[in-house]
Each structure stands twice: as C-alpha cells, then as structure tokens.
C-alpha cells in the first residue's frame, strides 16, 4: 500500500507559479512511475505531467507543456510538479498517483494509488 499526501495548491494570480509536492509513505517509491492528474468541474480528469521511475522520462499534454515540470526525489521519496505561467484555465483539483511500471501513463486506470488532492486556483 502507497499513501499519498498533496501539498502546495493555493490561490494566485495568472501569470504566477505554483509548486505542488507529493510525498509518498513505504520504501518502494522509486518503483512507482508517477502522474499529476487535475479535475476541474464538470470536467474530466486528465493527465497533466507523467514521470518514470528515474526521473529519465517525462510526459505532458500540449496544454502545458513548457509551463509545467514534473520531477521526482527518490531518496525523499516525493514528487513534484512546478507551475508556471499559470492561467486561469489550469485552476482544478489537482492529484498525484502512482503506476506500477509498463502501463499507459496517460490512462487514469493505469494508476494503482491517488492521493486526495490540492486545490490551485487561478484568478484573472
């Protein structure tokens, strides 16, 4: 069992950063592959960042690619997921989970633990 905490969500402005960290319980975090998920209102969940087990491979959706970085410190056993430029359109709840390794990352029935999520809101 995985348990996962979401940590920095907040409310800022547009054009601001946020920095959202994810820390995990157990000793086989760095076999997990790792994702930010978001859920806006009556919106589907969707993926926002993806991470392998190393931190070598990494995946973002064209909404915010080249704004969002997802990385991973293994040996604090959290993830992260560092927000710039942010607009109006990203606020949602955000959530991290983690994947057993092989599976499609983008896929929410990939991941096998969620955590309860972080809330970021973005004003105009």
């Known amino acids: 069992q995985v348990q996962l905490v979401e940590s920095g969500g907040g409310l800022v402005q547009a054009g601001g950063s946020l920095r959202l960290s994810c820390a995990t319980s157990?000793?086989?975090?760095?076999?997990?592959?790792m994702g930010w998920f978001r859920q806006a209102p009556g919106k589907e969940r969707e993926c926002v960042a993806a991470?392998?087990?190393?931190?070598?491979?990494?995946y973002y959706p064209d909404s915010v690619k080249g704004r969002f970085t997802v990385s991973r410190d293994n040996a604090k056993n959290t993830v992260y997921l560092q927000m710039n430029s942010l607009k109006p359109e990203d606020t949602a709840l955000y959530y991290c989970?983690?994947?057993?390794?092989?599976?499609?990352?983008?896929?929410?029935?990939?991941?096998?633990?969620w955590g309860q999520g972080t809330q970021v809101t973005v004003s105009s």
């Open positions: 157990g000793r086989t975090f760095s076999t997990y592959a």
């Open positions: 989970a983690a994947m057993r390794p092989g599976r499609l990352a983008t896929k929410i029935e990939s991941y096998d633990f």
């Open positions: 991470i392998n087990t190393s931190g070598g491979w990494t």
